[in-house]
C-alpha cells in the first residue's frame, strides 16, 4: 500500500488523515452522502484507490455508510474494534485526545499493525441488522417508559400518556418481532442456520436473530476462538506486578451487544440444556463464583453455536458431552 488513512468517525464529521511516506495530509467532511463524495474526489487526486488502506473504529452506524462506500470505490477498507485503537494509543503513550490525533492514530494503527480487511455484509444480513437494532432501541425506550411510570405520585394524565406509549411500543415490538422471523425463514441461508441454532436449548429466537446479524457468517470464523474473541469473552490474564495475582477476567474487548445478549440465555441454558448444566455444576463444585459460571456458561455457548453451524448438524446433547 502506498497510502494508510485514519478516519475519526462522528455523528456529523469524518476527520481525515492520509499517511504517504513521511508526508501527512488531513482534512474533514460532511458524514453524509455528499461528504462520502468528496473523501473519495480528495483521496483519488493523490493516489489510486488500490493503493490506499483505509481504516476507521466500528462505531455503529454513523460509520457504517462510509465504509461501503469506499468498499464500492475499491479502496481497502477496515473497521476496527475501539478496543483495539484504545490499546494502540496507550502502547503509544498517546495521552491528548482530538478529532485530529485520533485520525492520525488510527492511520498509525492502519499501517503499522496491517489491520484485517473488511467486506459489507450481505443484504439480507444488512436488512436483519437494521431490524435487530430497531428491536433494540425499542426495547430500551419501553424501559424508560415502564421506569417512569414507576415514579410515585404521578398525575392521572401523565400516567395515561406513559401508559399509552408503553401500548404503542408494545405493538410495534411485537410487530418487529414478526419481521424478524419472516426474513430469518423466508431467506435460503438464514433459515437453515436459524433452524440449527433453535436446537441448542437456551436460544430463543431473539438471541438467534441477534447472533446471525452481529456475527454475519459465523462460520467465516477461523476458528471458536476467534469467535469467542469476537463476542469478548476471551479470558484475560493480568501478567505483570501484584496483578498476577488476581484472577482472571474477560477481555471485553469485542462485542458488547453479543455479550449482553449472551447473558439471559446463559441463565436459561444453565437449568435446561444439559451439556451446560453439567459444566456449571461442575464449576460451583469447584468454587467458582456465580458471575464466573455464568461468563464460562456465555462462552460454551458460543461453542455450541459454532459447531452446529460449522458441522451442519443439529445440537446432540450425547455428541458434546463425548466431545
Same mark, same amino acid.
Given at each position: 500500500?502506498?497510502?494508510?488513512?485514519?478516519?475519526?468517525?462522528?455523528?456529523?464529521?469524518?476527520?481525515?488523515?492520509?499517511?504517504?511516506?513521511?508526508?501527512?495530509? *488531513?482534512?474533514?467532511?460532511?458524514?453524509?452522502?455528499?461528504?462520502?463524495?468528496? #473523501?473519495?474526489?480528495? #483521496?483519488?487526486?493523490?493516489?489510486? @484507490?488500490?493503493?490506499?488502506?483505509?481504516?476507521?473504529?466500528?462505531?455503529?452506524? +454513523?460509520?457504517?455508510?462510509?465504509? !461501503?462506500?469506499? +468498499? @464500492? $470505490?475499491?479502496?481497502?477498507?477496515?473497521?476496527?474494534?475501539? @478496543?483495539?485503537?484504545? *490499546?494502540? @494509543?496507550?502502547?503509544?503513550?498517546?495521552?491528548?485526545?482530538?478529532?485530529?490525533?485520533?485520525?492520525?492514530?488510527?492511520?498509525?494503527?492502519?499501517?503499522?499493525?496491517?489491520?484485517?480487511? /473488511?467486506?459489507?455484509?450481505?443484504? !439480507?444480513?444488512?436488512? #436483519?441488522? $437494521?431490524?435487530?437494532?430497531?428491536?433494540?432501541?425499542?426495547?430500551?425506550?419501553?424501559?424508560?417508559?415502564?421506569?417512569?411510570?414507576?415514579?410515585?405520585?404521578?398525575?392521572?394524565?401523565?400516567?395515561?400518556?406513559?401508559?399509552?406509549?408503553?401500548?404503542?411500543?408494545?405493538?410495534?415490538?411485537?410487530?418487529?418481532?414478526?419481521?424478524?422471523?419472516? /426474513?430469518?425463514?423466508?431467506?435460503?441461508?438464514?433459515?437453515? $442456520?436459524?433452524?440449527?441454532?433453535?436446537?441448542?436449548?437456551?436460544?430463543?429466537?431473539?438471541?438467534?436473530?441477534?447472533?446471525?446479524? !452481529?456475527?454475519?457468517?459465523?462460520?467465516?470464523?477461523?476458528?471458536?476462538?476467534?469467535?469467542?474473541?469476537?463476542? *469478548?469473552?476471551?479470558?484475560?490474564?493480568?501478567?505483570?506486578?501484584?496483578?498476577?495475582?488476581?484472577?482472571?477476567?474477560?477481555?471485553?474487548?469485542?462485542?458488547?451487544? #453479543?455479550?449482553?445478549?449472551?447473558?439471559?440465555?446463559?441463565?436459561?441454558?444453565?437449568?435446561?440444556?444439559?451439556?451446560?448444566?453439567?459444566?456449571? !455444576?461442575?464449576?460451583?463444585?469447584?468454587?467458582?463464583? *456465580?458471575?464466573?459460571?455464568?461468563?464460562?456458561?456465555?462462552?460454551?455457548?458460543?461453542?455450541?453455536? +459454532?459447531?452446529?453451524?460449522?458441522?451442519?448438524?443439529?445440537?446432540?446433547?450425547?455428541?458434546?458431552?463425548?466431545?
Amino acid at each position: 500500500m502506498d497510502g494508510y488513512v485514519g478516519i475519526d468517525v462522528s455523528k456529523d464529521r469524518l476527520d481525515v488523515l492520509l499517511v504517504r511516506g513521511e508526508k501527512r495530509e *488531513g482534512q474533514h467532511f460532511t458524514n453524509t452522502p455528499t461528504g462520502d463524495a468528496k #473523501l473519495h474526489g480528495w #483521496l483519488s487526486r493523490r493516489l489510486k @484507490a488500490s493503493a490506499v488502506h483505509v481504516a476507521l473504529e466500528a462505531t455503529g452506524s +454513523y460509520g457504517e455508510a462510509v465504509a !461501503e462506500y469506499l +468498499y @464500492a $470505490q475499491g479502496y481497502r477498507v477496515s473497521v476496527v474494534n475501539p @478496543a483495539r485503537i484504545k *490499546g494502540y @494509543a496507550t502502547s503509544q503513550m498517546q495521552r491528548n485526545k482530538t478529532d485530529k490525533l485520533d485520525a492520525a492514530l488510527i492511520a498509525d494503527f492502519c499501517r503499522t499493525q496491517q489491520a484485517e480487511a /473488511w467486506t459489507p455484509p450481505a443484504p !439480507e444480513i444488512r436488512q #436483519l441488522q $437494521q431490524l435487530v437494532r430497531h428491536l433494540d432501541a425499542l426495547t430500551a425506550a419501553r424501559q424508560v417508559a415502564k421506569n417512569h411510570l414507576e415514579q410515585p405520585g404521578l398525575g392521572r394524565p401523565i400516567v395515561q400518556h406513559w401508559q399509552d406509549q408503553l401500548s404503542l411500543l408494545d405493538a410495534h415490538i411485537a410487530q418487529t418481532q414478526r419481521a424478524i422471523s419472516d /426474513w430469518l425463514d423466508q431467506h435460503p441461508t438464514l433459515k437453515p $442456520q436459524a433452524d440449527l441454532l433453535r436446537s441448542i436449548p437456551g436460544l430463543g429466537d431473539t438471541t438467534i436473530s441477534k447472533l446471525l446479524a !452481529e456475527c454475519r457468517d459465523i462460520r467465516a470464523f477461523r476458528d471458536v476462538r476467534q469467535l469467542v474473541a469476537f463476542a *469478548g469473552l476471551n479470558p484475560r490474564h493480568p501478567l505483570s506486578g501484584s496483578s498476577i495475582h488476581k484472577r482472571p477476567t474477560i477481555s471485553r474487548t469485542g462485542s458488547a451487544s #453479543l455479550r449482553s445478549a449472551l447473558f439471559m440465555p446463559a441463565l436459561t441454558a444453565m437449568r435446561f440444556n444439559p451439556v451446560l448444566h453439567t459444566l456449571a !455444576e461442575r464449576l460451583r463444585a469447584r468454587g467458582l463464583a *456465580g458471575k464466573a459460571i455464568v461468563v464460562a456458561v456465555m462462552r460454551m455457548l458460543l461453542h455450541l453455536v +459454532y459447531g452446529v453451524l460449522k458441522s451442519g448438524q443439529p445440537f446432540d446433547p450425547n455428541w458434546a458431552i463425548a466431545s
